[in-house]
């Protein structure tokens, strides 16, 4: 059964990539949805369908939102060492168990500013349950791919000057059939 897993394609486009002992996740359908789980409880932290970042540098998965069994931290703590050095942030800690699973950044430098406001989930402190294939899998395997935008943008711009240029040429003929009506007059 955990061969049939590795080999299909789940619903966030799942895919098997031994090569580096990582397992891809792409952005998709519902059906491949992964649970995130505290490694020490299994407490449900959320789910791939709220997956908006993977920072591979943090070992970090970004969440838009999270389940009530994770806790935000009330007070704000400050990093001062690492990749976050400087940065001001809540902690995210389990409602069960009292484990320490992310950090939700408060204020940080222009190369993590995009994190700020989400739900970091460590990958080293989940674990991701497969839904289709009902399989755990340590959150550190787990890596989701994002689809570039740049194809879909560059559609989205010809579709909009064929647009431009259809509404250009409904408006001239307008003018003259405006012209017509009025000599007619």
Not at 80 to 93: P, T
Request: contains cysteine; aromatic residues 8%.
């Amino acid at each position: 059964m955990q061969g049939a897993c590795e080999e299909s394609t789940v619903g966030l486009e799942q895919t098997s990539d031994r090569s580096h002992g990582k397992l891809n996740v792409s952005w998709g359908r519902a059906e491949g949805c992964v649970l995130f789980l505290c490694n020490k409880c299994y407490s449900v932290l959320g789910d791939s369908l709220s997956v908006c970042g993977d920072e591979e540098s943090l070992g970090a998965i970004a969440c838009l939102r999270v389940t009530e069994d994770l806790n935000v931290g009330e007070s704000v703590l400050f990093v001062v060492e690492g990749n976050l050095k400087g940065c001001a942030y809540y902690s995210l800690v389990c409602r069960s168990c009292g484990t320490n699973i992310g950090f939700n950044l408060y204020s940080a430098p222009r190369a993590y500013a995009f994190l700020r406001g989400l739900f970091c989930l460590l990958k080293e402190h989940i674990l991701c349950y497969k839904l289709k294939c009902s399989s755990l899998v340590p959150g550190n395997e787990m890596h989701f791919e994002f689809p570039s935008l740049d194809e879909d943008i560059a559609q989205l711009k010809t579709q909009l000057v064929q647009l431009h240029l259809k509404m250009e040429l409904i408006s001239q003929q307008l003018l003259q059939q405006e012209k017509n009506t009025g000599a007619c007059l």
